[in-house]
């Protein structure tokens, strides 16, 4: 299993984001097939799902998710910004 803790893998995907944003076609192969993306480049991630979108008006959406763990709510968040609130929110602590 992939640490995804580490500020090392942290930075490296936060690199290939960036460059994803500004070449429509490494972020069309990003959205296409993530796990290959990210292991063409160095950054095999095991042990957890990619969840990537790209949702206009919003920075692109990157998560790691655990396996194990509950599945990510299944919705067309650009149905209603409620969809887009519970697709990407709903799981967040409020303090």
Do not use: W
């Not at 290939?16 to 160095?42: H, I, S, T, W």
């Not at 919003?58 to 887009?84: H, V």
């Amino acid at each position: 299993m992939t640490d995804i803790q580490s500020p090392q893998l942290a930075e490296k995907i936060k690199n290939l984001l960036d460059e994803a944003v500004q070449d429509a076609v490494l972020k069309k192969q990003l959205l296409e097939n993530p796990y290959q993306f990210m292991k063409d480049r160095g950054i095999p991630i095991e042990g957890y799902h990619i969840v990537v979108q790209d949702n206009p008006g919003y920075p692109l959406f990157f998560a790691l998710e655990p396996e194990n763990g509950q599945p990510l709510a299944k919705g067309d968040p650009s149905t209603s910004m409620d969809s887009f609130h519970d697709l990407h929110f709903l799981d967040c602590h409020h303090y």
